[in-house]
């Protein structure tokens, strides 16, 4: 079946530093591929998605690029803020996607010191 | 606009208790998915549901079941509780496509 393996955190970066979080899939035909923010006690919101191979999303600062030949879609940001400490998910919905639940890795917990 | 509601914020029950959690998707939204996150790990898919039928479902026992109503908001169902059933159960609404819009969850917890 369909899996999502993210890096395991906590992920400890000072303000202002570069961030990469890796996240690799697994599934057949061409998935769309997301990812999703939780703040502590709040639901998930989705933070950028990508929908067909070489699609870059970006929101906020954060960009991500659908890697078909890898299999990836690391997240990556090149200056963090104390803003952005949260839970950061990885998640796929299969090929044709819309009646499909989304698959989501267990998650990386970022944590920005001032 | 209001976005994906859901009730209540928390719950505490018993063994074998059964528990109801209810949903209202954002406005325009027709289909509504729900997942379970134990803590410290990432959701997981429990079924979704459209034009009030489950049309998928992820790896749940039976004990779980839901419903879909005809304004769109939904139910989800768990009967003999266990104390692994504590967990969030978020919800989830889109209108069709893949992009699905998160309920801030239902904190239920099973003494």
């Known amino acids: 079946g369909d899996s999502v393996t993210q890096m395991e955190g906590p992920v400890t970066l000072s303000e202002e530093a570069c961030l990469t979080i890796n996240c690799t899939y697994t599934a057949t035909g061409y998935p769309s591929l997301f990812w999703y923010v939780q703040y502590p006690g709040e639901g998930l919101q989705l933070l950028l998605k990508a929908t067909k191979a070489d699609d870059k999303g970006s929101n906020k600062g954060f960009e991500a690029t659908y890697r078909k030949e890898t299999t990836s879609f690391h997240l990556e940001k090149g200056s963090v803020q104390v803003s952005d400490s949260a839970v950061y998910f990885c998640?796929?919905?299969?090929?044709?996607?819309?009646?499909?639940?989304?698959?989501f890795g267990k998650g990386t917990h970022l944590i920005i010191q001032p | 606009d209001a976005g994906v509601t859901q009730s209540p914020t928390h719950l505490i029950k018993t063994r074998g208790q059964q528990v109801t959690l209810r949903c209202s998707p954002k406005s325009g939204h027709d289909t509504v998915s729900w997942y379970q996150q134990a803590l410290g790990q990432g959701p997981q898919f429990i079924f979704q549901?459209?034009?009030?039928?489950?049309?998928q479902r992820g790896n749940f026992p039976d004990r779980f079941s839901g419903h879909q109503f005809p304004n769109y908001s939904s139910e989800l169902n768990v009967n003999a509780l266990l104390l692994g059933d504590s967990a969030l159960y978020l919800c989830?609404?889109?209108?069709?496509?893949?992009?699905?819009?998160f309920g801030p969850g239902t904190r239920l917890t099973v003494l």
């Open positions: 549901y459209y034009e009030e039928e489950e049309r």
């Open positions: 989830a609404s889109s209108l069709g496509g893949v992009e699905q819009f």
């Open positions: 998640a796929l919905a299969p090929s044709g996607g819309g009646a499909d639940g989304l698959t």
